[in-house]
């Protein structure tokens, strides 16, 4: 079975420069979240759907940061305009949740940020 | 504000001796925890996890112990393999149905040596 699929891997752009991120998710799954991974904040939590909603975007960091699930298998991480702060790497998870479900994630690979 | 703690940053153990790696948490509604386990360019997988109204849950040679009085959880491993080297996330989660998610802490790097 085919897992959660992100692209691209790698993106190295300039600063001011728009950057989309994508994801696919395992299908049947209908929760997807986005998390970035840095040195000083670990993992932390940017925002998340359920069934295609946005349930909780309190983690975006900012107004420059925007996420879209427009159907169940596709949702973007967009940053516009990005910053050399933005160097990260970008997770996106799905999973399977109802009522008492115990909440585990399947991520993908990640895509690796860097902004000059 | 860190509600899920891993204050040691790497931690480094002879192969065939036993890992302990340790996690704080901050809220009391957590009421379910996991450990995840990450390689180097690969996304973090599902070790193991433990429910609050549990103490310890074992799988193999991973053991989770949680303290909710100390609001505290760790991992065990023995007897710790080369394989095993990777950054170890621990998670908790709260909320109910749709409202459902985890909070990572910054991970601890397990190195074991041969």
């Known amino acids: 079975d085919a897992g959660v699929i992100q692209s691209p891997r790698h993106e190295v752009t300039e600063m001011g420069q728009e950057v989309t991120l994508r994801c696919k998710p395992i299908s049947g799954h209908n929760s997807l979240f986005w998390y970035r991974q840095t040195m000083m904040r670990g993992l932390e939590l940017l925002i998340y759907f359920n069934n295609n909603v946005p349930i909780d975007d309190s983690g975006m960091p900012e107004d420059r940061f925007s996420a879209k699930m427009p159907n169940a298998s596709f949702s973007t991480l967009k940053i516009q305009p990005s910053e050399p702060r933005d160097s990260a790497v970008y997770f996106c998870?799905?999973?399977?949740?109802?009522?008492?479900?115990?909440?585990?994630?399947?991520f993908g690979e990640g895509s690796r940020l860097t902004v000059l | 504000d860190q509600q899920v703690k891993q204050n040691s940053p790497s931690l480094s153990v002879q192969e065939g001796r036993i890992s302990i790696l340790n996690c704080d948490y901050t809220n009391s509604m957590f009421d379910y925890f996991l450990w995840y386990k990450k390689y180097p360019a690969e996304g973090p997988t599902f070790l193991i996890s433990i429910s609050s109204i549990k103490d310890k849950n074992e799988d193999g040679r991973f053991t989770v112990f949680l303290n909710k009085s100390a609001k505290h959880l760790s991992l065990h491993i023995v007897p710790s393999q080369p394989g095993d080297s990777a950054v170890y996330f621990c998670a908790a989660g709260k909320g109910g149905g749709s409202n459902y998610k985890l909070t990572f802490g910054k991970g601890t790097l397990l190195t074991v040596n041969p």
């Open positions: 998870a799905s999973s399977f949740r109802r009522g008492g479900n115990t909440g585990e994630l399947f």
